[in-house]
């Protein structure tokens, strides 16, 4: 069956430009999350979506990191501005139940230049 | 703070070795914990949770609260298991579960 997918798998783009992530979870999960993962550290929350709504957005670095989540599927991860620092790969993981097991994506590598 | 500390970047053993991959936790309520594994040009994966006390694919983990560890081992360690390893603690707080991920171990089992 088909697993998270998430797009592009690989972006270049300029300092300065915006970026859109997308992830597309397994059918049927309600809870979809996104993470990052920088050079040589962990994966990073980011924030949380349950159905449409995002009750943690905690997790986002700064204002110019938003997500929306739309029809209770696809979600979003946009990025104004881009510096440098926000490279990393993203990553998108959802579970059918809360505390089930999370499903990961593939990841979008992101590169600043 | 919630943390999560893998202390090793990289474990090189000898196939049929022993392995014990560390991961300590700062947690101050009753945690939960995984163990992830990423194989190369893999997505990232559930290898196991305390919870379960499960025994996956040769690998288990005990939790012991008293020195706030939940390391991974295996008896004798195969090739196929030469993979990145992330354990994660699961904040299971305000209605959903989020993962705090350690910044993983890479294991090499050579030949």
């Known amino acids: 069956g088909a697993g998270v997918s998430q797009s592009p798998s690989n972006k270049v783009t300029e300092k300065g430009k915006d970026v859109e992530l997308r992830c597309d979870p397994i059918?049927?999960?309600?809870?979809l999350y996104w993470y990052r993962q920088s050079l040589g550290q962990g994966l990073e929350f980011l924030i949380y979506?349950?159905?449409?709504?995002?009750?943690?957005k905690s997790g986002l670095p700064s204002d110019r990191f938003s997500a929306e989540r739309t029809g209770g599927s696809v979600s979003t991860l946009t990025i104004q501005r881009t510096q440098q620092e926000d490279s990393a790969v993203y990553l998108c993981?959802?579970?059918?139940?809360?505390?089930?097991?999370?499903?990961f994506g593939d990841g979008t590598r992101l590169s600043i230049l | 703070a919630q943390r999560v500390t893998q202390p090793e970047k990289l474990l090189s053993v000898f196939k049929g070795a022993p392995v014990e991959l560390k991961c300590n936790y700062s947690?101050?309520?009753?945690?939960?914990l995984f163990w992830y594994v990423q194989y190369s040009r893999q997505r990232l994966q559930l290898l196991l949770r305390h919870i379960s006390r499960e025994s996956i694919k040769g690998f288990t983990a005990d939790l012991n609260k008293g020195e706030t560890s939940f390391h991974l081992k295996k008896p004798f360690a195969q090739e196929e298991d030469s993979a990145m390893y992330y354990c994660?603690?699961?904040?299971?707080?305000?209605?959903?579960?989020?993962?705090?991920f350690g910044a993983g171990t890479r294991l090499a089992v050579h030949p």
């Open positions: 994660a603690l699961s904040l299971f707080s305000g209605g959903y579960n989020k993962l705090i």
């Open positions: 979506f349950q159905g449409n709504s995002a009750p943690d």
């Open positions: 993981a959802s579970s059918q139940l809360i505390r089930d097991n999370q499903h």
């Open positions: 059918s049927g999960h309600t809870a």
């Open positions: 947690y101050s309520g009753s945690p939960e």
